[in-house]
């Protein structure tokens, strides 16, 4: 007698070998058995006859965190994720995470996560107490996350751009392996973003060889995706190099029109190092427009000291002044948003104080107020504190089709899951590849990508026991139909759910039964392999 059968399924295992046609049967929670179970019986079954079976897919790149604590007006936004068959997501990623937060440094820390995480925020002392915290809640999926750089740096060394001292990178690689100990899975870094910035390789080499120490990932938002993008892939190649650490380069793109059609030397770069001998993979969504904080487009020096430094300086009009100025030269080493993706594709997201525009773009706000488009970004960023998230349009299709294309790299959304009007990749990614590259644009064979999505996700990342329909594996998994599955989200209508994702399943637990939501919310905050 079995919890749950799913039957005459084609199952495609995450081994990347070809389907067959077989049954899947569930107890507590576990796969028990798969093959002809026509004799058994179960307290559930599911007819999934035509449709396939396999396991549910990991986003290797979200910013979940404390998607838990979103409230119950922001529901549509909590499941996107599930409603994609995604059942683990990495979390903690562009090192930016509500721990360790410690006391001396907690104000500070907690402004940024306030600008990022929006409603859900709120900081912990220790990864240990995030873990509990977040356990503690309802789950519609399971989590797996980092420890971000950023706030490693914050708490050890404070915000300011001055290289760390013996003293501070001691204490980050303290805070880093007492993270690591209590079970996170890795360390992530976001090199365009303050703290993380003003960090030299040096560095990131220390905290990379506490990494390989503890057998852990470095997931990296590289410094550059625009003209320097070869440089900033070979600073993260060199960070393995270096330490012996894994090391996976997160959301790979050429940005900006000028480097358009260069992927592929992006990929040269990773094939060569592999050749080399070192452990480096990357991951892409498959969509040509990026997310990210509006404050984010703002030359570096700004940004200088967290938030309210950053406020006090946009007060003084030669400042802004000189903001508007550096947006037309540029600065040398500076990624510059605004040049890549131009005032018409800065699309903002969400803006929680000013939802009426939310979907629209910083050149047709300048048009309606009457003043240049940087005077509309800085008088924006003083009105929210900084508490907006934007769409920038600045990449190309041809090169996301690239990315996607090559076996080397994984699949993962990059959701930022907000109330407003966030970028579509929250609801559409997984089924997007599935539907659009995998079927329409044939870039990889079905059981090839279903490999990358499940268990070449799950080995990269520690994910213990996911990504495989074997037996004694946790019974998590989506049953599609392959004919049908599609993304529906757009930019104008980012939450709509994909078609043909039918049925979800997390820990032997039914979450989306015939494309519905159950109501269950069986998820777990995981243990690393």
Same mark, same amino acid.
């Given at each position: 007698?079995?919890?749950?059968?799913? =039957?005459?399924?084609?199952? &495609?295992?995450?081994?990347?070998?070809?389907?067959?046609?077989?049954?899947?049967?569930?107890?507590?929670?576990?796969?028990?058995?798969?093959?002809?179970?026509?004799?058994?019986?179960?307290?559930?079954?599911?007819?999934?006859?035509?449709?396939?079976?396999?396991?549910?897919?990991?986003?290797?790149?979200?910013?979940?965190?404390? $998607?838990?604590?979103?409230?119950?007006?922001?529901?549509?936004?909590?499941?996107?994720?599930?409603?994609?068959?995604?059942?683990?997501?990495?979390?903690?990623?562009?090192?930016?995470?509500?721990?360790?937060?410690?006391?001396?440094?907690?104000?500070?820390?907690?402004?940024?996560?306030?600008?990022?995480?929006?409603?859900?925020?709120?900081?912990?002392?220790?990864?240990?107490?995030?873990?509990?915290?977040?356990?503690?809640?309802?789950?519609?999926?399971?989590?797996?996350?980092?420890?971000?750089?950023?706030?490693?740096?914050?708490?050890?060394?404070?915000?300011?751009?001055?290289?760390?001292?013996? *003293?501070?990178?001691?204490?980050?690689?303290?805070?880093?392996?007492?993270?690591?100990?209590?079970?996170?899975?890795?360390?992530?870094?976001?090199?365009?973003?303050?703290?993380?910035?003003?960090?030299?390789?040096?560095?990131?080499?220390?905290?990379?060889?506490?990494?390989?120490?503890?057998?852990?990932?470095?997931?990296?938002?590289?410094?550059?995706?625009?003209?320097?993008?070869?440089?900033?892939?070979?600073?993260?190649?060199?960070?393995?190099?270096?330490?012996?650490?894994?090391?996976?380069?997160?959301?790979? @793109?050429?940005?900006?029109?000028?480097?358009?059609?260069?992927?592929?030397?992006?990929?040269?770069?990773?094939?060569?190092?592999?050749?080399?001998?070192?452990?480096? =993979?990357?991951?892409?969504?498959?969509?040509?427009?990026?997310?990210?904080?509006?404050?984010?487009?703002?030359?570096?020096?700004?940004?200088?000291?967290?938030?309210?430094?950053?406020?006090?300086?946009?007060?003084?009009?030669?400042? =802004?002044?000189?903001?508007?100025?550096?947006?037309?030269?540029?600065?040398?080493?500076?990624?510059?948003?605004?040049?890549?993706?131009?005032?018409?594709?800065?699309?903002?997201?969400?803006?929680?104080?000013?939802?009426?525009?939310?979907?629209?773009?910083?050149?047709?706000?300048?048009?309606?107020?009457?003043?240049?488009?940087?005077?509309?970004?800085?008088?924006?960023?003083?009105?929210?504190?900084? *508490?907006?998230?934007?769409?920038?349009?600045?990449?190309?299709?041809?090169?996301?089709?690239?990315?996607?294309?090559?076996?080397?790299?994984? &699949?993962?959304?990059?959701?930022?899951?907000?109330?407003?009007?966030?970028?579509?990749?929250?609801?559409? $990614?997984?089924?997007?590849?599935?539907?659009?590259?995998?079927?329409?644009?044939?870039?990889?064979?079905?059981?090839?990508?279903? @490999?990358?999505?499940?268990?070449?996700?799950?080995?990269?990342?520690?994910?213990?026991?996911?990504?495989?329909?074997?037996?004694?594996?946790?019974?998590?998994?989506?049953?599609?139909?392959?004919?049908? &599955?599609?993304?529906?989200? $757009?930019?104008?209508?980012?939450?709509?759910?994909?078609?043909?994702?039918?049925?979800?399943?997390?820990?032997?637990?039914?979450?989306?039964?015939?494309?519905?939501?159950?109501?269950?919310?069986?998820?777990?905050?995981?243990?690393?392999?």
């Amino acid at each position: 007698m079995f919890s749950m059968i799913v =039957r005459n399924g084609l199952v &495609i295992d995450g081994t990347g070998t070809p389907s067959v046609v077989a049954d899947v049967g569930v107890r507590g929670g576990r796969i028990e058995a798969i093959g002809d179970l026509t004799p058994a019986r179960a307290e559930t079954e599911i007819d999934a006859t035509g449709l396939v079976v396999s396991p549910g897919f990991i986003d290797v790149h979200t910013h979940s965190d404390l $998607t838990a604590f979103l409230p119950a007006s922001a529901s549509e936004v909590a499941r996107t994720s599930v409603r994609q068959g995604v059942t683990t997501e990495v979390t903690g990623n562009c090192g930016w995470t509500p721990f360790p937060a410690t006391p001396a440094r907690r104000a500070v820390i907690g402004d940024h996560i306030a600008a990022l995480f929006g409603p859900a925020a709120r900081t912990f002392d220790s990864y240990a107490q995030y873990r509990q915290a977040v356990g503690a809640q309802p789950l519609l999926t399971n989590l797996a996350p980092l420890v971000g750089h950023g706030t490693l740096r914050a708490a050890a060394a404070g915000l300011g751009r001055e290289p760390g001292t013996a *003293e501070a990178l001691r204490g980050m690689s303290r805070f880093l392996a007492q993270c690591l100990d209590e079970g996170a899975f890795g360390m992530s870094s976001g090199l365009v973003y303050p703290p993380g910035m003003y960090s030299p390789p040096e560095e990131l080499h220390a905290l990379g060889r506490v990494l390989a120490g503890a057998g852990r990932i470095y997931a990296t938002h590289m410094r550059n995706d625009m003209e320097a993008v070869h440089q900033a892939v070979a600073e993260g190649i060199e960070v393995g190099r270096t330490t012996g650490a894994r090391v996976q380069l997160s959301h790979l @793109k050429v940005a900006g029109r000028p480097r358009w059609g260069t992927a592929s030397r992006v990929l040269d770069q990773i094939e060569a190092a592999t050749a080399d001998g070192i452990d480096v =993979r990357g991951d892409v969504y498959p969509y040509a427009a990026s997310s990210t904080l509006l404050r984010a487009l703002l030359p570096p020096w700004v940004n200088d000291g967290g938030i309210d430094a950053m406020l006090t300086r946009l007060d003084h009009p030669e400042v =802004r002044r000189r903001v508007a100025t550096e947006f037309e030269t540029g600065l040398p080493g500076w990624q510059n948003f605004v040049a890549a993706a131009g005032w018409d594709g800065i699309i903002i997201a969400s803006a929680p104080a000013r939802p009426e525009i939310e979907g629209r773009s910083i050149a047709a706000l300048a048009d309606d107020e009457g003043r240049p488009p940087a005077e509309v970004l800085t008088c924006l960023l003083r009105q929210l504190r900084g *508490e907006c998230m934007v769409v920038l349009h600045k990449m190309s299709e041809g090169d996301v089709r690239t990315l996607i294309s090559h076996p080397y790299v994984l &699949i993962g959304s990059d959701t930022i899951p907000l109330p407003g009007r966030p970028h579509p990749r929250t609801a559409g $990614t997984f089924a997007r590849v599935l539907g659009h590259y995998v079927r329409q644009e044939q870039v990889a064979d079905l059981p090839a990508m279903v @490999k990358r999505m499940t268990m070449e996700a799950a080995e990269r990342f520690n994910v213990p026991q996911r990504g495989r329909i074997a037996r004694g594996y946790a019974a998590d998994l989506v049953v599609f139909d392959p004919a049908t &599955i599609t993304d529906r989200a $757009t930019f104008a209508d980012p939450l709509l759910p994909p078609q043909g994702v039918i049925h979800v399943l997390v820990g032997g637990q039914v979450v989306i039964n015939g494309g519905v939501d159950t109501g269950a919310a069986p998820g777990q905050v995981l243990q690393p392999a």
